[in-house]
């Protein structure tokens, strides 16, 4: 098991910043991806970012040049700095945890996560 607590959300003008952070503990794996997901109630959780063991990243195309995920040395945490904050990234974002790394697998959708984090509310406003 895989326990993950996100923290960093909250409120922000439009173009402002924020920066989450996701601990992971619990089981520790060699290859894993661990993503950033969002929803907004009444829609699909959309894949964000997603990064793995290795440093390799996937960005999604509506945050492209605006979002940067990263993890600390000990692969324990992944941050997303999210910049140029817009109203329409206003949503619950959540932290996920792959382990291993299925062939073919696409990290930006949630099918391929394991272990879910509870949220945390980023509120974008005019």
């Known amino acids: 098991t895989v326990d993950l607590v996100e923290s960093g959300g909250g409120s922000v003008q439009a173009g402002g910043s924020l920066r989450l952070s996701c601990v992971a503990s619990?089981?520790?794996?060699?290859?894993?991806?661990m993503g950033w997901f969002r929803q907004v109630r009444g829609k699909e959780r959309e894949g964000v970012a997603s990064?793995?063991?290795?440093?390799?990243?996937m960005l999604s195309d509506s945050i492209q040049g605006r979002f940067t995920i990263s993890q600390d040395h000990a692969k324990t945490t992944v941050y997303l700095q999210m910049d140029s904050l817009k109203p329409e990234d206003s949503a619950m974002y959540y932290c996920?945890?792959?382990?291993?790394?299925?062939?073919?697998?696409?990290?930006?959708?949630?099918?391929?996560?394991?272990?879910w984090g509870q949220g945390t509310q980023v509120t974008v406003s005019l």
């Open positions: 996920a945890f792959a382990p291993g790394r299925p062939l073919g697998a696409n990290f930006l959708q949630p099918r391929w996560y394991s272990y």
């Open positions: 619990g089981d520790r794996y060699t290859v894993f991806n």
């Open positions: 990064i793995n063991n290795a440093g390799g990243t």
